[in-house]
Every structure is written in C-alpha cells, then in structure tokens.
C-alpha cells in the first residue's frame, strides 16, 4: 500500500459527460501528480500540483482541469468525454527533495 | 521534448533465467534513473533507480546498468522468477535547474511474462 488513495476505482459513464476523479496524498507529500494511462500511449503525464498551485503541465487537454485543495487533496475534472479517454488514471504524490513517486491505485475510466 | 525508448516491448522468458529490457534517452543531463514496476491492476511502484555518476547498481536479483557513452540504461532481472512478472517502465526525470516541476517521462512499457 503505497499510502495514496483514489476515489472511484471504476467509473463508466457516457460520451459528453463530465466526470471527477478524486486523490488524497501520502501524509506530508505536497506534491501531486496526474497520470493517464491508455493501451496505445502507455503513462502520460497530465499535471502536477504542489501546495495548492500549479507546478507543470504536460499533455492535458483543455476538456481536462485539476485543482489541489488546502487539505492537499487533489480532484481531476474530465468533462465532454470522448471514448478516447477511456483509461487508467493514476495519481501520485512526492515528498519535497525526493525524486521518488507513489502511486496510487487508479481510477479506470470507461465512456461508452 | 524528452524521449525514452524502450524496449522490448514485450518479453517472455524461462524461470531462471535473466531478463533484459533496455532504455535509451537522448539528454545527458539528467541526474536520476528509475524504474518502475506495475502487476495487473495496481499503480507502478519504484523497483530501483541509479545515479549517473555510477556505472551499476544492484538490489537483490534486480540490476542497473549504466551506459553514458551509449545513452542507455538497462535493467537485469537475474533468475527471474513467476512472481516477477509485470510491467516494467523506465523514467526520466524533467532536466536538473529546469522549473518545469518534478514529473516523469516513461518509456513504453515492457510487458514481461515468466514461465515456470
């Protein structure tokens, strides 16, 4: 158990629905990052949040936003779903001067 | 925009025997290699990662290799076991001095089955 959670661990929902993946970090990681999963893009970063702020953006798509909360929680918004996002998405959180990432159990994400 | 490549894609090999999966990266900046190792249905998980100011390092039946001049890192599963079959990825971390966060670039994946 790497000490990260993720809410739901399977959601399915319908083309040009809007959806929230939900992720709680390791105690004291303030770093969170976001991970889609597919079969034919492997893991692709989408974003990275530290202490409330936005750090890096990677391939997100602007369907897609994400925000950390104060309590450091961090919640992933997909909205006008395409069946092309269907995947795993994986959060994972870091302590500050530690290279290393824990992940957590991902959400799969099917649109039908 | 930083590229990983590795491979093979996909790996079939006898228990006890040796596993080799290979990555290849195009800066040589970066200060920090690992590799990540994901079963079915879970999140990846750090296996081992090595500095480039050394050539190997081993933990256990898991082996990294270094190769600068070659740009390339490879991972060694000795007497690779039934239990030992995942997923395999290696990373790159953003470029040192570079304030673009601290997220990782993988390569493909290496899909690695161990016969008993």
């Keep these: 158990d790497s000490g990260v959670t993720q809410t739901p661990k399977h959601l399915i929902t319908a083309t040009g629905q809007r959806v929230t993946l939900r992720c709680s970090p390791r105690s004291g990681d303030l770093s969170v990052y976001w991970y889609q999963q597919s079969l034919d893009q492997g893991l692709q970063f989408l974003i990275q949040y530290y202490n409330g702020e936005e750090r890096a953006k990677g391939n997100i798509l602007e369907r897609f936003s994400a925000q950390q909360f104060p309590d450091l929680h961090s919640e992933l918004n997909l909205s006008s779903l395409e069946l092309g996002d269907s995947a795993l998405y994986f959060c994972a959180s870091t302590t500050e001067g530690n290279n290393e990432q824990f992940f957590g159990p991902g959400t799969r994400l099917t649109v039908l | ?116």
């Design chain 2, 1 to 116: 925009q930083q590229q990983v490549k590795q491979s093979p894609q996909s790996l079939i090999v006898q228990k006890g025997g040796i596993s080799i999966i290979n990555c290849a990266y195009e800066n040589t900046a970066f200060d920090y290699f690992p590799w990540y190792q994901q079963f079915p249905g879970k999140g990846p998980a750090l296996l081992i990662a090595i500095r480039p100011d050394v050539s190997e390092k081993k933990e256990g039946r898991f082996t990294i290799s270094f190769n600068k001049s070659a740009k390339q890192f490879s991972l060694h599963i000795m007497d690779s076991q039934p239990g030992d079959s995942a997923t395999y990825f290696c990373a790159e971390p953003p470029l040192p001095n570079n304030n673009a966060g601290n997220m990782l670039t993988f390569g493909g994946g290496t899909r690695l089955m161990v016969k008993p």
